[in-house]
């Protein structure tokens, strides 16, 4: 039966069955039917054969054509969501204004069709793919909806009838069974085949799963039949097991099993035949206890114990799972998951795993998801099979392809909060997620080597392993971190403590990661670049995270959640530093940025005390806790100043990258802030001397700290001293200064970071929001780019639109800070703190003195930071305060004030900017309790004698007499001490009961100490080693024989102790500094204070900061006013304690040595801006030397000499000669822009529909090619060669930047480049070069001839002869010509460089550009396009000029040009050919010629002279002259030509007339024609012209097509004058351009209405006294010789007297326009999108294909596949080949995905930039922001004035090879 059924039309029995089965009893069509599957659906067929798809087909449609049945079946749609599923570069679109998860995206059609106006979107491509979320209101708003989903008209739709899917239910599970066998079959582990074949099943199986995929997209209807299919159980029951009878199926099955068993996964069936018990446990036994068996507490049951979740929705089970172990004592460490698959959609999913995802089966499962029931089933078995994912992808070879795929569908799952909720709740999502990110980590852990390496029982993850170097593990954090932004879920993790307790076992593999270690000798073999893996991965996996979790605790509801987070982090941190056996003590030389542990406890216990008001004090541990957690954090600050300090340069750059990534924009609110925060948090609770001692020792200068001019140091070189100073002291400025965490407000957070990015730089938009740190979790919805980020920018910021110079690099809109900003908002600490860069630090400085001196306020020297007010502290912080008022910091203080006034090694202004800047930190933060009592402490109470307290008010004005310091022997201060010293006897004794009372202040320590241990210990500890004293005091300096750096080799020095005489208070110490930085003793008054006025303080140097200091001091306390008062009166020079001061005698030379360089600089500077200054005022003024001697001939100066030329290489001056030619250094290339000329002057539209075209016809390139090809029908070649130039197209352009150079100085230049191995952007085999002086790209050089100037004279000399008489000269000079010698007895230097440079002229542009002649070659092809060189470079100085002579003067243009050079050069050539004197345009100019009859038949005739072109025929006379030529005979040439010019304009006009016209014109001229002006009046001329035409019919006749443009107007005498006029202009442009070239002659401007007079006078063609004020007639320029009307009549015979087919075709060549538009590029559209939606799905028309990289020419609009292997020819590209075949090898061209333009000239090419910016001024390239960008008018037309121009490659700096791959 089912044979023959197979034999039949497949649409007869398709439609045959559904009938059967649409009766009652379908029993019969249901078994003819499955007959009919088993033998059409057999697996065991190849999958490649394409039958049984065709019969699905025909089957399901039931009967009529498959197209028709889907179109059916989308009209059931009831779909109310999009859901289109795009694949990776997909172009999509995201509005944050719309969106409410960040994941949300539109499809193109959705965005367009939907109103998001003045909203938030972008554009972007698609990463790793992803779905349309149009119509999803969980997902997004429904103001946001397209039309079709915002009106829900899926709805609305009719019920499917019952019998339209009846086929489609009975087949379709047997079409998904017969796939699933394929899989099966096809399946083979990786170890077994030695090449994977999975690749191999997929393309057979492509059709199918096509097939399948195009189901899913008829809709809804279709939709719900599949997912009925898929998630039912008992179909799969059925088919899958395989029936008994079906061997192969069975097969089938064995093999699904062996791969579950592979995948390390079991199915239940054998674990019940193994006999393990499975009891069962009930959802509610709760995640705890899944949780703890987790950990590898106490598992329940046996090692295969499988916990069935009974599912509340109809109890059907998702599946069971096994928990995953992490014990290490389990037996099986991997996964012991069981999987059961109960329906099609599981094990569908299962080997769609199996493959690793492959791209088609990913589409067909996402474009399902509309379906909601399969929506629900298919993210529960995703989540069942979440552990066997992680698997795969740890295997995976490709795993980054498989990472796309896995989120591609994830973030489709879980950025539903519903079902995120629902999944969590059922299925246990959290554990799972933890549970599989913990084992993942587990793979790759080793042992951590930080504090003790030996005993060490803390793990880390290993940053080199594949694992964190790929990136392996983000599919699966992002995954997590999805689900946490997603408050329900987030609270339920909070809430479950095992869960946390995980998570912090998790975060803790992080902790102490990628440890760096110092190295001490040399430098490390092998850089490692782990550091990316650690970042990218504390970031990702530990950071974004806690982010997540955080913004769900921002209020007082939540406080349990932070303080749970809190508890386990401490717990978790107890437990880490008992494994790495930390007491107190860090390890030296071992530093790790990585401390998750520290910055989850930070952030939690800022977020508290922000937002939750909880109390800090309730969050903190006990103090030694405290004192254990600062040590890490403080550690990483150390070795920031470290490795700034070079210390660690041995461990390579990546070190300094690890510095720099810590603080950078995307990491420093994870990263560094949470660390100072919590030193901050350590700091106000900890004993502020304790705390300060800890930072000099951690820094590591402790024993710089000392009152004695030389110390050593057994830890730091000397060099290395200053910046670990510095570095010391700014972090305990920024520490006490820094409020992020500790009272600002985020507005006032996001204002300071705006603030200190635009200091340091002007940045664009983009970049700014870029260096904002936000939160960084891109869940937490706070979208940078929101609406305060714009208020906030335009509050501090002011917008500078970019400025466009021609040739000026591309500049962008840039912010700029206000004013008030710099004056009140600039502050230096925040703008150390973000400095990725020390080099920025110094900008911003630069930046702020700029602003100081232009607006007045600062004009002397260099301005110190400014100190900035600080917002007030959090309550719960005060404790900071103390830090600033400590005995440590205020001896510190008093110590580094004493150093640096006596100039010690190593002090800087840095260091003492600092000082001041905490001295004033504490003078403005006092701390509240002590009472402000201005009477000392009794001194008893004080066991520290340096200070009587610990107020720094007080402490101020305290004066130190005594100080007992330990110095080495060699110190300064020992030796004399050998004098006995000069004190009385009284402070002798005194000086012994000192030394007594010290000794009782030593017991008192040592009491104390019982009571503080720890604390007292370490204090006790530095201060023994800073200056210890009584009010007399000491100070001892730790021995250290290992430090011999200060004295010979081999004896250490004996420390002494020493006393110093101090006498000083930090008052006086400031006072005598601001004299020595003012230079001037007494530079305080004693009265100063009472003339101070306290606002000018704000910006200054050091002097107004300790002007400033000792203000506030006197203003917050008498006795310190008192005592500056006092001090003020009796100050004195500082002199060093006892000693005859040599540091003063230092100071003095070394200030005298500054003095001296720095005039020394001054000279050198000077000197060399005056090179300068003369090498550009050469540079400006080189004219073409020929025109600079003309011009002083002018002025009646006759100079004798040659004219000389400076060699720019050897520097020598002098004249051109034969033997040692100069030449200039030019630019040759080819060029077309003549030829893109077009008529109008309405630039063409770039067509951005299928409507819209371009056609090329009508450019000036096309005509003239048209107008040659039509000659050389009929005329004679030789003959027709000489009538047009060519050139219009490829023809070649020279340009000089006007330096000279001797030719074989330039031949030894060029071998010197080609053996310097530097990599040159140009290439110097193809003769390319740098101009030696202004380094303008050349590749030629033009040889200048030699000459005398004085023979000029004679050519300007103004004639008195008669026209005729002229002519005739003319002629015989053209006769002699042949005559001409031509050197060629001797072939000097010069001729050889000559005809070099000839070579390099060919060479430059294609042949095809040259061979216009039947005969490609020959000599009347050379002539043609020699000639036409001249030609091109004339017309293009004419379009640089504007396309007409009015501006008069010489143009930009001219001060390049080479024209005469470049003439000569090409004269010299052309003299090799002799023009026939039969044939030679010239007689036939001047004489009416008797006729003659001698010429043959059968050869065609010259061309008419009608037709001939007249400034062709100019140049050619004027370039096969004998030179030079006098500037009469030139008069006369162009006189003649204007003849034949204004015959032509006339013959031109008449053709355009009707006949009536003609007619009237005729008659009218006729009756003038004897009036003794005839022949300079029109109308007579225009009638005889008419009535010679008209001789012969077909002149006028054969046109009617040609539509006469203006017949419709009447033609007056005005309207026939003005088009005469434009007709003759170009000629005489031209000819006057070429005048000012050759002699020199001034172009005197006019106004455009003038021209033609200007010009004319300008040539002489009308005599200076016919130049009235009446309108001139172009008529009466003429100059006849002849009698015009014969000689009209000759001409007008040679076009009569042409055959008829000749003659039907040559009225064509009449009518001809001269005028051209100037060139242009194409019209662009204003928005982007416009072009990018059309374009960027466009398919090439070569290759029919959409390219990858699409790109436009500018020029012409062609479409072209940029680097696209489909339209290479010959190796080369498209773009190139367009490029040479467009512009001659100048191609400018659009690249549509990245809206960016890229020039091709020859064989480089180069990034031009953008001419689309968005709102902000800025380019996009690559599309990156895919904000709307609109049309930059300027950037166009710079791009458009470079390319008529030619000075791409003079503007553009960076060129490279293409190789033809473009």
Not at 259 to 269: D, H, P, R
Not at 457 to 475: F, I
Not at 1845 to 1861: C, E, L, M, V
Request: a negative charge.
């Amino acid at each position: 039966m089912a044979a023959s059924l197979v034999r039949r039309d497949k649409k007869s029995t398709a439609a045959h069955l559904k009938a059967d089965l649409n009766w009652t009893d379908n029993s019969s069509g249901v078994r003819q039917l499955q007959e009919l599957l088993d033998s059409v659906l057999n697996p065991e067929k190849p999958a490649a054969d394409t039958e049984a798809l065709d019969w699905c087909k025909c089957l399901i449609a039931g009967g009529e054509g498959f197209e028709e049945f889907c179109k059916t079946v989308r009209s059931y749609d009831n779909a109310t969501l999009c859901g289109l599923v795009w694949t990776a570069n997909f172009v999509a679109y995201r509005c944050r204004t719309c969106g409410i998860s960040p994941c949300m995206s539109l499809c193109a059609e959705c965005f367009n069709n939907g109103d998001h106006t003045g909203h938030d979107f972008n554009m972007f491509r698609s990463q790793a793919g992803g779905a349309c979320d149009c119509g999803d209101s969980n997902v997004m708003r429904e103001t946001g909806f397209c039309n079709r989903h915002r009106l829900r008209t899926g709805e609305n739709v009719p019920s499917v009838p019952r019998d339209l899917l009846l086929m489609s239910e009975m087949v379709l599970p047997r079409f998904i069974i017969c796939i699933i066998q394929y899989l099966r079959d096809g399946y083979t582990e990786p170890d077994t085949s030695t090449e994977r074949d999975l690749q191999k099943v997929l393309q057979q199986l492509e059709p199918q799963i096509s097939f399948l995929e195009e189901l899913t997209k008829m809709g809804g209807a279709m939709r719900t039949v599949l997912t009925k299919i898929l998630t039912n159980q008992q179909i799969f029951k059925d088919l899958s097991m395989g029936q008994e009878e079906n061997v192969y199926a069975k097969k089938n099955y064995e093999k699904y099993l062996s791969a579950l068993k592979n995948s390390g996964l079991v199915s239940v069936e054998e674990k019940a035949q193994s006999g393990a018990a499975e009891p069962t446990r009930g959802a509610e036994a709760g995640a705890g206890a899944g949780a703890l068996g987790l950990l590898g507490a106490e598992a329940p049951a046996s090692p295969d114990e499988s916990n069935k979740e009974e599912d509340q929705d109809g109890g059907q089970s998702v599946g069971q799972r096994k928990r995953v172990k992490l014990s290490s004592t389990a037996k099986d460490p991997s996964i012991m998951d069981s999987l059961k698959h109960k329906c099609f959609l599981e094990e569908l999913l299962f080997w769609t795993i199996k493959y690793e995802f492959p791209q088609k089966m990913v589409t067909f499962l996402l474009n399902m998801l509309p379906d909601q029931d399969y929506k629900i089933t298919f993210t529960k078995t995703f989540v069942q099979h979440y552990a066997f994912i992680m698997k795969t992808l740890m295997k995976s070879q490709e795993s980054d392809t498989m990472s796309n795929r896995i989120v591609h569908i994830s973030v489709q799952l879980f950025s539903n909060e519903e079902l995120a909720r629902h999944v969590t709740e059922e299925c246990q999502l959290l554990d799972i997620m933890v549970t599989v990110l913990l084992y993942m980590m587990e793979s790759c852990l080793i042992k951590s080597e930080l504090q003790d390496e030996e005993n060490s029982r803390h793990v880390v993850v290993n940053c080199s392993e594949p694992l964190l170097k790929n990136n392996t593990y983000w599919p699966l954090v992002s995954d997590f971190i999805n689900i946490l932004s997603h408050q329900s879920v987030a609270k339920k993790f909070l809430e479950d403590h095992s869960l946390l307790m995980l998570w912090m076992s998790f975060v803790s593999f992080f902790q102490g990661m990628n440890l760096n270690k110092r190295e001490l000798s040399e430098h490390v073999e092998f850089e490692s670049q782990t550091y990316y893996a650690a970042f990218a991965a504390e970031l990702e996996a530990c950071a974004q995270p806690m982010w997540g979790l955080l913004t769900h605790c921002k209020v007082k509801e939540t406080q349990e959640y932070t303080k749970t987070v809190v508890r386990y982090c401490l717990e978790t941190l107890q437990i880490w530093f008992d494994a790495i056996g930390f007491v107190d003590e860090p390890a030296p030389n071992q530093v790790t940025f990585h401390l998750p542990l520290h910055r989850y406890y930070a952030m939690f216990l800022s977020k508290a005390v922000k937002c939750q008001g909880l109390d800090l004090d309730s969050l903190l541990p006990h103090q030694e806790m405290l004192m254990k957690i600062m040590v890490h954090p403080l550690q990483i600050q150390a070795s920031l100043s470290e490795i700034h300090s070079n210390m660690w340069v041995r461990n390579g750059l990546q070190i300094k990258g690890q510095a720099m990534t810590y603080v950078q924009s995307h990491f420093c609110n994870s990263m560094i802030d949470p660390d100072i925060f919590l030193l901050q948090v350590c700091a106000s609770r900890l004993d502020p001397d304790y705390f300060i001692s800890s930072v000099f020792e951690r820094f590591k200068v402790v024993d710089l700290l000392t009152m004695a001019s030389v110390h050593q140091n057994a830890v730091l070189d000397g060099e290395q001293e200053r910046p670990m100073l510095e570095g010391a002291l700014t972090f305990l400025v920024i520490l006490s200064s820094l409020r992020i965490h500790l009272g600002m407000a985020d507005d006032e957070i996001l204002r300071a970071e705006m603030v200190s990015q635009l200091c340091m730089n002007d940045r664009t938009h983009s970049s700014l929001l870029d260096l904002i740190p936000e939160n960084p979790n891109p869940k937490s919805g706070i979208v940078p780019g929101s609406c305060s980020f714009e208020e906030m920018l335009s509050a501090v910021a002011d917008f500078k639109a970019p400025v466009f110079e021609p040739g000026g690099s591309m500049q962008q809109g840039m912010y700029t800070p206000k004013e008030e900003v710099w004056e009140k908002e600039f502050d230096p600490i925040m703008v150390v703190l973000r400095t990725v860069y020390r080099r920025d630090v110094q900008s911003a400085m630069d930046r702020y003195s700029a602003f100081l001196k232009q607006s007045g306020m600062h004009t002397t020297g260099n301005p110190w930071p400014p100190y900035k007010e600080r917002t007030p502290l959090h309550p719960c912080y005060k404790g900071l305060d103390r830090l600033l008022h400590c005995k440590t910091l205020h001896i510190v203080i008093f110590t580094l004030l004493y150093k640096i006034w006596l100039d010690h090694s190593n002090m800087s202004e840095h260091v003492l900017c600092m000082v001041l800047y905490l001295i004033e930190l504490g003078l403005d933060n006092q701390v509240q309790e002590d009472k402000e009592d201005e009477e000392p402490c009794i001194e008893e109470h004080c066991h520290d004698s340096w200070f009587p307290g610990t107020n720094l008010l007080s402490n101020l004005h305290h004066v130190i007499n005594y100080v007992r310091v330990r110095v080495p022997e060699t110190a300064p201060e020992v030796k004399r001490e050998k004098d006995p010293p000069p004190s009385t006897s009284t402070e002798a004794s005194n000086f012994g009961q000192n030394s007594r009372r010290l000794t009782g202040n030593w017991r008192e320590n040592v009491r104390e100490a019982q009571v503080f241990s720890l604390v007292a210990e370490r204090r006790r500890k530095f201060q023994e080693i800073i200056n210890r004293s009584s009010t007399e005091a000491s100070q001892v300096v730790r021995p250290k024989s290992s430090s011999t750096r200060w004295v010979p080799p081999g004896t250490p020095p004996q420390l002494v102790t020493e006393i110093l005489e101090i006498r000083e208070s930090m008052l006086s110490l400031l006072i005598k500094l601001h004299q020595k930085l003012s230079a001037k003793q007494n530079s305080l008054s004693a009265t100063w204070l009472e003339d101070m006025e306290t606002n000018s303080h704000a910006h200054g140097d050091g002097i107004t900061a300790i002007e400033r200091i000792l203000t506030k001091a006197a203003t917050r306390s008498r006795q310190s006013k008192r005592s500056i008062q006092e001090i003020c009166g009796k100050v004195s020079p500082p002199v060093a304690p006892k000693k005859n001061s040599p540091t003063d005698k230092k100071t003095m030379d070394k200030d005298e040595r500054r003095q001296r360089a720095r005039e020394r600089q001054q000279k050198l500077l000077a000197e060399f801006a005056s090179r300068q200054k003369s090498f550009m005022e050469t540079a400006m003024d080189v004219e073409s030397p020929d025109a600079e001697a003309a011009m002083d001939l002018g002025a009646s100066e006759v100079m004798e000499s040659e004219v000389l030329y400076d060699c720019v290489i050897c520097g020598q001056s002098g004249p051109s000669t034969e033997d040692r030619p100069t030449g200039l250094v030019v630019l040759l290339q080819a060029s077309s822009v003549l030829g893109h000329r077009c008529k109008s002057d309405e630039t063409k539209k770039l067509p951005t529909t299928d409507d819209e075209h371009i056609y090329p016809a009508d450019t000036c390139g096309a005509a003239h090619d048209v107008r040659l090809a039509l000659m050389q029908r009929f005329f004679k070649d030789s003959s027709c060669l000489q009538s047009v130039s060519i050139g219009w197209e490829g023809g070649v352009y020279v340009q000089t930047c006007g330096h000279t150079l001797h030719i074989d100085c330039h031949k030894s230049y060029m071998v010197s480049l080609r053996n310097d191995q530097v990599l040159q952007g140009f290439s110097v085999d193809k003769g390319e070069f740098t101009c030696p002086l202004c380094r303008q790209f050349a590749n030629s050089v033009l040889p200048c001839r030699p000459g005398r100037s004085t023979e000029v004279v004679s050519w300007h000399m103004p004639t008195n002869k008669k026209t005729a008489v002229l002519v005739k000269e003319v002629e015989d000079l053209q006769e002699q010509l042949g005559l001409f010698p031509v050197s060629t007895t001797t072939e000097s230097n010069l001729s050889k460089e000559m005809e070099s440079v000839i070579k390099d002229i060919k060479n430059t542009t294609q042949r095809k550009y040259m061979d216009y002649g039947k005969n490609p070659g020959s000599p009347d092809n050379d002539f043609l396009f020699m000639y036409s060189v001249a030609r091109t470079n004339l017309e293009l100085e004419l379009v640089h000029r504007g396309g007409n002579l009015c501006s008069g003067g010489a143009s930009a243009a001219a001060k390049r040009s080479c024209l005469n050079q470049l003439f000569h050069v090409l004269a010299m050539h052309m003299r090799l050919y002799s023009i026939d004197s039969a044939y030679n345009p010239w007689t036939r100019l001047t004489q009416v010629a008797q006729r003659r009859d001698d010429c043959l038949d059968d050869e065609r005739p010259e061309v008419p002279m009608l037709f001939r072109d007249c400034p062709s025929l100019l140049i050619i006379f004027v370039l096969t002259m004998p030179q030079p030529l006098r500037k009469e005979h030139f008069i006369c040439l162009v006189r003649m030509l204007y003849n034949l010019q204004y015959t032509q304009a006339l013959a031109s006009l008449s053709a355009k007339f009707s006949p009536e016209e003609r007619q009237a014109w005729s008659t009218s001229g006729a009756l003038k024609k004897n009036a003794f002006d005839a022949e300079k009046s029109y109308d007579a001329l225009l009638s005889h012209v008419i009535g010679e035409l008209s001789k012969v019919k077909t002149v006028y006749d054969v046109n009617p097509e040609v539509p006469s443009m203006l017949s419709s107007s009447v033609w007056s005498p005005h309207s026939i004058e003005y088009s005469l006029q434009q007709f003759c202009l170009p000629y005489l442009r031209l000819s006057c351009l070429l005048q000012h070239h050759l002699y020199g002659d001034k172009l005197s401007g006019c106004p455009e209405v003038e021209e033609f007079s200007g010009l004319a006078g300008c040539l002489g063609l009308l005599a200076p006294a016919l130049q009235p004020s009446n309108p001139i007639y172009s008529a009466s320029c003429l100059d006849w010789t002849v009698n015009a009307f014969d000689l009209m009549t000759q001409w007008c015979s040679e076009v009569t007297g042409l055959s008829d087919t000749q003659a039907k075709k040559s009225i064509t060549l009449l009518v001809q326009d001269p005028q051209w538009a100037s060139p242009h590029l194409l019209h662009l559209p204003d928005h982007y999108n416009i072009i990018f939606q059309y374009y960027h799905k466009k398919a090439c028309t070569a290759c029919k294909k959409v390219p990858k990289d699409p790109a436009l020419c500018l020029v012409c609009g062609t479409f072209v596949c940029l680097k696209g292997l489909c339209c290479k020819q010959q190796g080369i590209c498209e773009c190139v080949l367009h490029s040479q075949h467009c512009g001659a090898a100048t191609g400018i061209f659009l690249l549509i995905n990245a809206s960016v333009i890229i020039i091709i000239r020859g064989h480089r090419f180069c990034l031009w930039g953008s001419v689309y910016l968005d709102a902000h001024g800025e380019e996009d390239r690559d599309l990156r922001r895919g904000k709307p960008l609109f049309l930059c008018v300027e950037r166009y037309r710079v791009l458009q004035q470079q390319w008529v121009s030619h000075t791409f490659d003079h503007i553009n700096k960076r060129w490279g090879p293409h190789y033809n791959g473009l």
